[in-house]
Each structure stands twice: as structure tokens, then as C-alpha cells.
């Protein structure tokens, strides 16, 4: 019997860009480039958690990839696994999420599969969901980021603890 549903993971706040991603069978989030949901937050673990479909239970899963900060579900910190419902909210780091179980449709584009296809076959494409503008990047703090090809397009940064913040381009003087 095909699957019929999707997940569905709603940003609701801690990022300045409110996203919604689909997923089909497994959806990574962290700080490290290879991830589906790149999130470059000092909380947040290099490969923090993912978000996967086990056809065994016919259920998604969200699993804590042994981040140092943990993942919480509805208020409460996860240990290992916890198996996802529509309406389950998600705490990594300050990022609130939302997970729905949503009907199949032709029109979803799935991270984790634009993530599979050949670096070759994407030229300068997105191969995730980042956020932050590029033009706005700490040039020490991503210096192997900004070497990688194809960049992404926007990664999230809320850089060094210590370090000075740059002014938003709305805060600029004209």
C-alpha cells in the first residue's frame, strides 16, 4: 500500500525568514552545510537531529543526533526518539518549529531529495535550506563554507558569542 502523507515543519520564530519544509522519508537539521535545515546558531550541534519516516510503524520520528543542547518536543526534552503528531511543537536552540502530518501532493518539493541529487546535476543550485544573507557572513567565522561549491543562498547566523554584531541592511545609514 503507497503512503499517503507528508510531514509538514513549520518555522513559527527564532529566524527573521518563517519557512515551511515537506518531508518525505528523512529531513536532517544542524549547523554543519550538509544538513537539510542548516541552522549556524551556537546551540545548535553540527548534525542536532533529524525528522524520519520508519515504514515499519508507519509514523514519523524526530531523533536527537546526540546534540549537546538536546531536542524538546511539546515542552519536554527528548531522550533518544519521539514519535511525531500533527501539532507537535519543536524547540532547537530558540528555533520553534510546528510538525504536521499532511496529505501527499504533486505540488511539494522535498529537501531531502533536492539534498540526494549530484552536485554536478545542481551547477550553482541550492542543495539545502540555509539562512542568512552571504553578503552578510562572518568571513572568519565561514571560511570553509564560503569555499564550498554550490553556496547556499541564505544561512542563518547569529555569529560569535563574543563578537561584535553587524548591523541588519536596515539599520544602515544612508
Not at 544542524?30 to 537531529?49: P, Q
Not at 531531502?112 to 567565522?141: A, C, K, R, V, W
Amino acid at each position: 500500500m503507497a503512503r499517503e502523507n507528508a510531514g509538514k515543519l513549520s518555522i513559527l520564530k527564532g529566524l527573521p525568514e518563517t519557512p515551511v519544509f515537506f518531508i518525505k522519508n528523512r529531513f536532517t537539521i544542524g549547523r554543519d552545510i550538509d544538513n537539510s535545515f542548516v541552522i549556524s546558531k551556537n546551540l545548535v550541534s553540527r548534525h542536532h537531529a533529524r525528522i524520519e519516516w520508519k515504514e515499519k510503524e508507519e509514523n514519523f520520528y524526530i531523533f536527537d543526533e546526540g546534540s549537546e543542547n538536546g531536542v524538546v518536543v511539546n515542552g519536554c526534552m527528548i531522550l533518544g526518539n519521539e514519535q511525531l503528531k500533527t501539532g507537535d511543537t519543536i524547540f532547537i536552540s530558540d528555533v520553534e518549529m510546528q510538525f504536521e502530518i499532511v496529505p501527499f501532493s504533486d505540488e511539494m518539493i522535498f529537501e531531502e531529495e533536492i539534498n540526494d541529487l549530484s552536485q554536478e546535476s545542481l551547477g550553482d543550485e541550492l542543495t539545502g535550506t540555509h539562512f542568512m544573507d552571504i553578503s552578510e557572513l562572518n568571513p572568519d567565522y565561514f571560511e570553509e563554507l564560503r569555499e564550498q561549491k554550490p553556496k547556499p543562498k541564505w544561512v542563518w547566523d547569529e555569529g560569535p558569542e563574543d563578537g561584535p554584531k553587524k548591523p541588519k541592511s536596515s539599520d544602515k545609514k544612508e
